[in-house]
T-cell receptor, first 115, second 114 residues
């Protein structure tokens, strides 16, 4: 069974450009999360989808970030326009059920470098 | 902020047991203790979780003290591939569809030595 896949694995863009990250969760997982680690900091929560609905987007840093999950399958995270401080590793995770026994399965991440 | 404190780093000899401590003195009754690890250049990986009873699975054992203020993750026979950052996370039980997001701290870098 395929795990959580993220594309691209690396992206190098210039400040002011737009970048779109994609996440394909494990098939059948309704819950999809985005996290990120910026340089020197801890891994931080960005948002949580349940199917196509945004359950919690309290971690989204500002309105330059837009996440979508049309159809409740894969998700995209767009950064427009990108700033230097957006550089970091963006992780996607999915889970089958929430609650006490939720186990998140993470992808390998997208390394974003904004120059 | 993370509700746990962990030593920044530990060493362990290959083949020996690795015991990773975690303090969570402010844990409340309905909060679970989760452990994840991140091997270099990979995403975090779920290891184990528990509420108050000790737990064991194919990867590790979790020992939670009776007062629940601390816990220990045990890797019974560490291998070089277990070298990673280990995160101890206290997580509330959600209700009403609320998200109980993982709050990662700085974790413990476990270096397994040959």
């Amino acid at each position: 069974e395929a795990g959580v896949t993220q594309f691209p694995s690396h992206s190098v863009i210039e400040k002011g450009q737009t970048v779109t990250l994609r996440c394909d969760p494990i098939s059948g997982h309704d819950n999809l999360y985005w996290y990120r680690r910026v340089m020197g900091k801890e891994i931080k929560f960005l948002l949580h989808f349940v199917k196509e609905s945004k359950q919690d987007e309290s971690g989204m840093p500002n309105n330059r970030f837009l996440a979508e999950r049309t159809g409740g399958t894969y998700s995209t995270l767009k950064v427009q326009p990108a700033e230097l401080e957006d550089s970091g590793v963006y992780f996607c995770a999915s889970s089958l059920v929430t609650g006490n026994n939720e186990k998140l399965f993470f992808g390998s991440g997208t390394q974003l470098s904004v120059l | 902020d993370a509700k746990t404190t962990q030593p920044p780093s530990m060493d362990c000899a290959e083949g020996r047991a690795a015991n990773l401590p975690c303090n969570h003195s402010t844990i409340s009754g309905n909060e679970y203790v989760y452990w994840y690890r991140q091997i270099h250049s990979q995403g975090p990986q779920y290891i184990i979780h528990g509420l108050k009873n000790n737990e064991t699975n194919e990867m590790a054992s979790l020992i939670i003290t009776e007062d629940r203020k601390s816990s220990t993750l045990i890797l019974p026979h560490a291998t070089l591939r277990d070298t990673a950052v280990y995160y101890c996370i206290v997580r509330d039980s959600p209700f009403g569809g609320a998200t109980n997001k993982l709050i990662f701290g700085t974790g413990t870098l476990l270096a397994v030595q040959p």
